[in-house]
């Protein structure tokens, strides 16, 4: 059974920084395409980011792109998001997802319970 | 980015009368004969997402046959055939074909 465990959510102040994790289980983690989505409080879903199955490929959505970083570490069946500059509207939860396949084209087939990032002085 | 459009935003049903979802998107979502990169979600109230059909019309397995999905090029529909209580939620669509992947807006579906 895949399971996806995201962690490191807290308050943090305008401009801070923090670091998400997501430790995947269940399936081979170093075949897959993973995905950050969030979801703003309320609203619906919003794409963040991708890494391919071998980490060469990554991707962000505009709103984040040059203060977010991903990165995953396949030794440890993990995933991360390291978020700089942070700005109220990214106070969100934050789902670690699976991708359908290890192609970048492939949507997520799995998710996470999230974990929550509020943006707040 | 492509932007995919959900209509209704909402939905109230008799349980065991059926309902359907749009979701169109602003450019084709066709990547080959074989595969277009279309995806349903169900985010039942305090969960996260699920996966029910991807590739437009392919049923995740254990997924009710209630579910069904069809479409191509821009125009997609999910049906559900006979609504029931644990049906109640948020229906999003979603396309990857192009980067950014982008979802709809949802549709929220209740039960009258």
């Known amino acids: 059974e895949v399971q996806l465990v995201e962690s490191g959510g807290v308050v943090v102040q305008p401009g801070g920084s923090l670091r998400l994790s997501c430790a995947a289980s269940?399936?081979?983690?170093?075949?897959?395409?993973m995905h950050w989505v969030r979801q703003a409080p309320g609203m619906g879903l919003e794409w963040v980011s991708l890494?391919?199955?071998?980490?060469?490929?990554?991707y962000y959505a505009n709103s984040v792109k040059g203060r977010f970083t991903i990165s995953k570490d396949n030794s440890k069946n993990s995933l991360y998001l390291q978020m700089n500059s942070l700005r109220s509207e990214d106070t969100a939860l934050y789902y670690c997802?699976?991708?359908?396949?290890?192609?970048?084209?492939?949507?997520?087939?799995?998710w996470g319970q999230g974990t929550l990032v509020t943006v707040s002085s | 980015d492509i932007v995919m459009t959900q209509t209704p935003l909402s939905l109230s049903v008799t349980p065991g009368q059926p309902a359907s979802i749009s979701c169109k998107s602003s450019?084709?979502?066709?990547?080959?004969?074989?595969?277009?990169?279309l995806y349903w979600y169900l985010q039942k109230p305090g969960q996260s997402p699920q996966l029910l059909i991807y590739?437009?019309?392919k049923r995740v397995s254990g997924v009710s046959d209630r579910f069904s999905g069809s479409g191509s090029g821009t125009d997609f529909t999910l049906k559900i055939s006979r609504v029931e209580a644990e049906d109640v939620g948020v229906y999003y669509c979603?396309?990857?074909?192009?980067?950014?992947?982008?979802f709809g807006g949802g549709t929220k579906v209740e039960i009258k």
């Open positions: 269940g399936f081979t983690f170093d075949d897959y395409t």
């Open positions: 997802a699976k991708g359908e396949n290890k192609y970048v084209a492939g949507g997520p087939d799995s």
């Open positions: 979603m396309q990857s074909i192009q980067l950014p992947p982008t």
């Open positions: 890494i391919s199955w071998d980490g060469y490929i990554t």
């Open positions: 590739g437009v019309s």
């Open positions: 450019q084709s979502l066709l990547y080959s004969e074989a595969e277009t990169y």
